[in-house]
């Protein structure tokens, strides 16, 4: 069975600065994709991310970009120039072939200081 | 699209007692998940169906939790009798069936069992 990890249950961050939030995953797929969901105090999940595992080029959107590492199975998350609504709690999910289900870690919650 | 629906938002119950959540997915969406999320446990996963067929059942936690799909546009959540460690935030989210594609989340069920 596919697993989600992240290993950091709590991180923070002055404001304008850089973060990396830690994700690794474990499966025998080939064909799957990562995802970076962001979720406020409003409990809405925004998506933020998606990167393919057949894509060598890693994944940007505006200051977020992904670090993938295939061969590690890493797939962690890079917020530039954070911003106060930045702060939530941010979950790595992977979504593979086989049976196309989407499995979360348990989930990140980033502080941005002032 | 008014996304995706569920009701209600909160529900207050006593311990024994049948519970219903219910979900309404996207319009032409084929794929359909049900989640928990505790502070303990994260963002779990009980069941997906695809085309109205569950295909993953394995997170389901035990016999007092059904869930069924009639339908494309339905979905309902029975936890029967209800025990007050279910209380949880339960998510229902729908996506097409490629991998690639998001899926968006509805605002969630807060459950308390007392």
């Known amino acids: 069975a596919q697993t989600v990890t992240q290993s950091q249950p709590e991180m923070s961050v002055q404001e304008a600065e850089t973060v990396t939030l830690s994700c690794t995953y474990d499966t025998s797929e080939s064909d799957y994709y990562l995802f970076w969901y962001k979720q406020p105090p409003s409990r809405q999940m925004i998506l933020v991310i998606r990167?393919?595992?057949?894509?060598?080029q890693n994944a940007t959107e505006n200051r977020f970009s992904v670090n993938f590492q295939k061969a590690a199975k890493s797939f962690s998350l890079k917020i530039s120039d954070s911003q106060l609504g930045d702060a939530a709690m941010y979950f790595c999910a992977y979504r593979g072939g086989s049976q196309g289900n989407l499995i979360f870690g348990k989930g990140t919650k980033l502080s941005v200081k002032p | 699209d008014a996304g995706v629906i569920q009701s209600p938002r909160h529900e207050v119950t006593e311990m024994g007692q049948e519970v219903t959540l219910r979900c309404k997915p996207i319009s032409g969406h084929n794929s359909l998940f049900w989640y928990r999320q505790t502070m303990m446990r994260g963002l779990e996963l009980l069941i997906y169906f695809n085309n109205n067929v569950p295909i993953d059942d394995s997170g389901m936690p035990e016999d007092r939790f059904s869930a069924k799909m009639p339908n494309a546009s339905f979905s309902t959540l029975k936890i029967q009798p209800s025990e007050p460690r279910d209380s949880a935030v339960y998510f229902c989210a729908s996506s097409l069936g490629r991998l690639n594609t998001e899926a968006f989340f509805g605002q969630g069920t807060r459950l308390t069992v007392v």
């Open positions: 990167q393919e595992a057949y894509k060598q």
